[in-house]
T-cell receptor
Framework: DTEVTQTPKHLVMGMTNKKSLKCEQH?????MYWYKQKAKKPPELMFV???????INESVPSRFSPECPNSSLLNLHLHALQPEDSALYLC?????????????FGQGTRLTVV | QQQVKQSPQSLIVQKGGISIINCAYE??????FPWYQQFPGKGPALLIA?????SEKKEGRFTISFNKSAKQFSLHIMDSQPGDSATYFC????????FGAGTRLFVKA
């Protein structure tokens, strides 16, 4: 199983809503990542979890709150988002928490903030 | 600061032709140079990757050429097919992965 599964695939939320994105992998990878991708742009790193601990936060606003309940799951809690936060949110995982190993990406959650 | 520069931004190639995408990087601290392929509505998927101790790696129709002294690497897609139409990202990997801006490839049937 080389899949990273993300749910939901699409999400529309109002600026006062609270929602969560979920990500799951069963490859035994010890690093998991959240990326944000705007249209026609490359993925931008948001957070890195290494062995279930947050190791990198790329100065992401506090309205995005990551959580890693166990080695297979990664959540991204969303609260009070802005329309400019609308994007494709990608989860990824890799064997080791470094950029020099293959990263496996999920299909993403297409988020629209209204 | 743009650590990896990718060109061209878009590319149109005839079926059967060769697609060439180039990347240049600045920081020599990286030791992994992957190429990712992304179709609309999907996440990126690793296509092929190279480490700096080799100058070329070939997998099927896809070849990475790596020039360490020039700090450049390129992706060659031989016998390009319409199914190759996608966005291609080069990346540099070390402590973390940094992506190039992407190249939108369209292969005409």
């Amino acid at each position: 199983d080389t899949e990273v599964t993300q749910t939901p695939k699409h999400l529309v939320m109002g600026m006062t809503n609270k929602k969560s994105l979920k990500c799951e992998q069963h490859m035994g990878h010890r690093a998991m990542y959240w990326y944000k991708q705007k249209a026609k742009k490359p993925p931008e790193l948001m957070f890195v979890y290494s062995y279930e601990k947050l190791s990198i936060n790329e100065s992401v606003p506090s309205r995005f709150s990551p959580e890693c309940p166990n080695s297979s799951l990664l959540n991204l809690h969303l609260h009070a988002l802005q329309p400019e936060d609308s994007a494709l949110y990608l989860c990824a995982s890799s064997q080791e928490p470094r950029g020099n190993t293959e990263a496996f990406f999920g299909q993403g959650t297409r988020l629209t903030v209204v | 600061q743009q650590q990896v520069k990718q060109s061209p931004q878009s590319l149109i190639v005839q079926k059967g032709g060769i697609s060439i995408i180039n990347c240049a990087y600045e920081n020599t601290a990286f030791d992994y140079f992957p190429w990712y392929q992304q179709f609309p509505g999907k996440g990126p998927a690793l296509l092929i990757a190279i480490r700096p101790d080799v100058s070329e790696k070939k997998e099927g129709r896809f070849t990475i050429s790596f020039n360490k002294s020039a700090k450049q690497f390129s992706l060659h897609i031989m016998d390009s097919q319409p199914g190759d139409s996608a966005t291609y990202f080069c990346a540099i990997g070390g402590f973390k992965t940094i992506f190039g801006a992407g190249t939108r490839l369209f292969v005409k049937a």
